[in-house]
Protein backbone atom coordinates (compact mmCIF):
# COMPACT_ATOMS: atom_id res chain seq x y z
CA UNK A 1 0.00 0.00 0.00
CA UNK A 2 1.15 3.38 -1.03
CA UNK A 3 0.61 7.10 0.07
CA UNK A 4 0.50 9.54 -2.62
CA UNK A 5 1.53 12.34 -0.38
CA UNK A 6 5.24 10.94 -0.33
CA UNK A 7 5.88 10.11 -3.84
CA UNK A 8 4.12 6.52 -3.76
CA UNK A 9 6.93 5.61 -1.10
CA UNK A 10 4.96 2.29 0.91
CA UNK A 11 3.50 2.71 4.33
CA UNK A 12 5.01 1.07 7.03
CA UNK A 13 2.56 -1.01 8.28
CA UNK A 14 5.08 -2.53 10.79
CA UNK A 15 7.66 -1.63 13.38
CA UNK A 16 10.91 -1.15 11.47
CA UNK A 17 14.14 -3.29 12.34
CA UNK A 18 15.52 -0.66 14.77
CA UNK A 19 12.35 -0.28 16.64
CA UNK A 20 12.25 -3.78 16.79
CA UNK A 21 15.80 -3.78 18.25
CA UNK A 22 14.60 -0.83 20.99
CA UNK A 23 16.61 2.18 18.82
CA UNK A 24 20.20 3.33 19.36
CA UNK A 25 19.26 3.05 23.40
CA UNK A 26 18.37 -0.67 22.88
CA UNK A 27 21.51 -1.46 21.25
CA UNK A 28 23.55 -0.01 23.39
CA UNK A 29 22.38 -1.14 26.81
CA UNK A 30 22.39 -4.68 25.04
CA UNK A 31 26.33 -4.55 25.19
CA UNK A 32 26.17 -3.21 29.07
CA UNK A 33 26.46 -6.84 30.46
CA UNK A 34 29.63 -6.90 28.24
CA UNK A 35 31.42 -3.78 29.74
CA UNK A 36 30.47 -4.90 33.17
CA UNK A 37 32.35 -8.12 33.01
CA UNK A 38 35.27 -6.65 31.70
CA UNK A 39 35.03 -3.92 34.59
CA UNK A 40 34.28 -6.30 36.87
CA UNK A 41 36.97 -8.77 35.94
CA UNK A 42 39.81 -6.05 35.65
CA UNK A 43 39.07 -5.22 38.97
CA UNK A 44 37.79 -7.80 41.03
CA UNK A 45 37.73 -11.94 39.93
CA UNK A 46 36.32 -14.03 37.62
CA UNK A 47 33.55 -15.04 39.34
CA UNK A 48 32.40 -11.67 39.92
CA UNK A 49 32.72 -10.65 36.57
CA UNK A 50 30.61 -13.32 35.67
CA UNK A 51 28.19 -12.92 38.20
CA UNK A 52 27.91 -8.87 37.41
CA UNK A 53 27.82 -9.58 33.82
CA UNK A 54 24.16 -11.78 34.53
CA UNK A 55 22.78 -9.34 37.15
CA UNK A 56 23.48 -6.49 34.55
CA UNK A 57 21.40 -8.34 31.88
CA UNK A 58 18.91 -9.11 33.96
CA UNK A 59 18.52 -5.77 35.21
CA UNK A 60 18.12 -4.41 31.41
CA UNK A 61 14.98 -6.89 30.90
CA UNK A 62 13.52 -5.88 33.85
CA UNK A 63 13.84 -2.10 32.90
CA UNK A 64 12.75 -2.94 29.51
CA UNK A 65 9.48 -4.65 31.07
CA UNK A 66 8.76 -1.77 33.56
CA UNK A 67 9.13 0.57 30.33
CA UNK A 68 6.90 -1.56 28.23
CA UNK A 69 9.76 -1.23 25.70
CA UNK A 70 10.90 -4.23 23.49
CA UNK A 71 12.10 -7.25 24.67
CA UNK A 72 13.71 -9.12 22.07
CA UNK A 73 17.24 -7.02 22.71
CA UNK A 74 17.32 -7.76 26.40
CA UNK A 75 16.47 -10.91 26.00
CA UNK A 76 18.90 -11.68 23.27
CA UNK A 77 22.07 -9.80 25.20
CA UNK A 78 21.26 -11.78 28.07
CA UNK A 79 21.19 -15.04 25.98
CA UNK A 80 24.75 -14.05 24.45
CA UNK A 81 25.78 -12.84 27.70
CA UNK A 82 24.91 -15.96 29.54
CA UNK A 83 26.65 -18.31 26.61
CA UNK A 84 29.46 -16.49 27.29
CA UNK A 85 29.47 -16.35 30.80
CA UNK A 86 28.77 -20.44 30.91
CA UNK A 87 32.16 -20.94 28.81
CA UNK A 88 34.27 -18.91 31.27
CA UNK A 89 33.36 -20.34 34.37
CA UNK A 90 33.14 -23.73 32.86
CA UNK A 91 36.71 -23.07 31.43
CA UNK A 92 37.97 -21.33 34.65
CA UNK A 93 39.63 -18.49 32.32
CA UNK A 94 38.27 -14.60 31.92
CA UNK A 95 39.07 -15.42 27.98
CA UNK A 96 36.37 -17.63 27.72
CA UNK A 97 34.10 -14.86 27.96
CA UNK A 98 35.38 -13.50 24.93
CA UNK A 99 35.40 -16.34 22.42
CA UNK A 100 31.67 -15.86 20.91
CA UNK A 101 32.59 -12.58 20.43
CA UNK A 102 35.24 -13.41 18.19
CA UNK A 103 33.32 -16.61 16.56
CA UNK A 104 30.61 -13.41 16.02
CA UNK A 105 33.45 -11.20 14.15
CA UNK A 106 34.41 -14.15 12.28
CA UNK A 107 31.40 -15.08 11.05
CA UNK A 108 30.12 -11.38 10.27
CA UNK A 109 33.27 -10.46 8.60
CA UNK A 110 32.74 -13.49 6.22
CA UNK A 111 29.50 -13.32 5.78
CA UNK A 112 29.59 -9.46 4.34
CA UNK A 113 32.55 -10.10 2.12
CA UNK A 114 30.64 -13.17 0.68
CA UNK A 115 27.78 -10.43 0.07
CA UNK A 116 30.15 -8.35 -1.87
CA UNK A 117 30.85 -11.63 -3.97
CA UNK A 118 27.22 -12.18 -4.94
CA UNK A 119 25.87 -8.56 -5.27
CA UNK A 120 23.87 -8.42 -2.55
CA UNK A 121 25.89 -5.88 -0.19
CA UNK A 122 25.11 -6.64 3.78
CA UNK A 123 25.34 -2.97 3.79
CA UNK A 124 22.38 -2.04 1.73
CA UNK A 125 20.21 -4.76 2.60
CA UNK A 126 21.29 -4.01 6.57
CA UNK A 127 20.63 -0.56 6.14
CA UNK A 128 17.35 -0.61 4.00
CA UNK A 129 15.96 -3.22 6.39
CA UNK A 130 16.48 -0.84 9.50
CA UNK A 131 14.93 1.41 7.51
CA UNK A 132 12.30 -0.42 6.29
CA UNK A 133 12.52 1.18 3.17
CA UNK A 134 12.97 -2.36 0.96
CA UNK A 135 15.72 -3.61 -1.40
CA UNK A 136 15.01 -1.56 -4.62
CA UNK A 137 18.52 0.51 -3.73
CA UNK A 138 20.16 -2.91 -5.60
CA UNK A 139 18.87 -1.33 -9.56
CA UNK A 140 20.49 1.92 -8.74
CA UNK A 141 24.90 1.31 -9.75
CA UNK A 142 25.64 3.95 -7.46
CA UNK A 143 24.06 2.73 -4.39
CA UNK A 144 25.22 -0.54 -5.01
CA UNK A 145 28.66 0.60 -5.93
CA UNK A 146 28.67 2.37 -2.67
CA UNK A 147 27.24 -0.55 -0.98
CA UNK A 148 29.98 -2.53 -1.70
CA UNK A 149 32.44 -0.61 -0.77
CA UNK A 150 30.68 0.13 2.74
CA UNK A 151 30.43 -3.75 3.05
CA UNK A 152 34.15 -4.43 2.60
CA UNK A 153 34.47 -1.64 5.11
CA UNK A 154 32.81 -3.41 7.62
CA UNK A 155 34.33 -6.62 6.93
CA UNK A 156 37.45 -5.31 7.37
CA UNK A 157 36.21 -3.65 10.75
CA UNK A 158 34.90 -7.23 11.73
CA UNK A 159 38.83 -8.97 10.44
CA UNK A 160 41.20 -6.34 12.28
CA UNK A 161 38.47 -8.00 15.88
CA UNK A 162 38.81 -10.85 15.07
CA UNK A 163 43.22 -11.25 14.49
CA UNK A 164 43.58 -8.50 17.24
CA UNK A 165 41.62 -9.82 19.84
CA UNK A 166 42.31 -13.33 18.56
CA UNK A 167 46.29 -12.76 19.09
CA UNK A 168 45.36 -11.62 22.68
CA UNK A 169 43.13 -14.98 22.99
CA UNK A 170 45.98 -17.30 22.07
CA UNK A 171 48.45 -15.64 24.13
CA UNK A 172 45.65 -15.40 27.24
CA UNK A 173 46.24 -11.84 27.51
CA UNK A 174 42.77 -10.97 29.27
CA UNK A 175 43.24 -7.72 30.90
CA UNK A 176 44.27 -6.22 27.30
CA UNK A 177 41.89 -8.76 25.40
CA UNK A 178 39.00 -6.91 28.05
CA UNK A 179 40.29 -3.89 26.72
CA UNK A 180 40.58 -4.43 23.23
CA UNK A 181 37.34 -5.72 23.43
CA UNK A 182 35.66 -1.97 24.56
CA UNK A 183 38.07 -0.47 21.95
CA UNK A 184 37.20 -2.02 19.25
CA UNK A 185 33.64 -2.25 20.02
CA UNK A 186 31.71 1.19 19.08
CA UNK A 187 34.54 2.98 17.79
CA UNK A 188 35.31 0.91 15.09
CA UNK A 189 31.16 0.29 14.53
CA UNK A 190 31.35 4.37 14.71
CA UNK A 191 34.14 4.42 12.23
CA UNK A 192 32.16 1.71 9.55
CA UNK A 193 28.67 3.91 9.92
CA UNK A 194 30.38 6.93 9.14
CA UNK A 195 32.41 5.23 6.29
CA UNK A 196 28.56 3.80 5.19
CA UNK A 197 26.82 7.30 5.08
CA UNK A 198 29.39 9.02 3.40
CA UNK A 199 29.61 6.36 0.86
CA UNK A 200 25.27 6.56 0.08
CA UNK A 201 25.47 10.44 0.59
CA UNK A 202 28.12 10.65 -1.96
CA UNK A 203 26.18 7.92 -4.20
CA UNK A 204 22.60 9.74 -3.83
CA UNK A 205 24.30 12.94 -5.83
CA UNK A 206 25.89 11.39 -8.36
CA UNK A 207 22.63 9.64 -8.70
CA UNK A 208 20.89 12.80 -8.58
CA UNK A 209 23.31 14.54 -10.85
CA UNK A 210 22.64 12.13 -13.23
CA UNK A 211 19.16 12.11 -13.15
CA UNK A 212 18.95 15.51 -13.61
Not at 44 to 56: D, H
Not at 171 to 183: D, P, Q, S, Y
Not at 194 to 201: E, F, I, N, Q, Y
Amino acid sequence: MTDASDGGRPEREFPTMLEQMGGVIGIVASSIPVVVFVLANLLFTLRVGVISALAAGVAIAVWRIVRRQPLQPAVSGLLGVGVAAYIAYRTGEARGFYLPGLIYSAVLGLAFLVSVLVRWPLAGVIWHGINGDGQGWRSSPALLRAYTWASLLWALVFAARLVVQGLLYNAEAETWLGIARLAMGYPLVGVALLGTVWAVRRANRTASAAAG
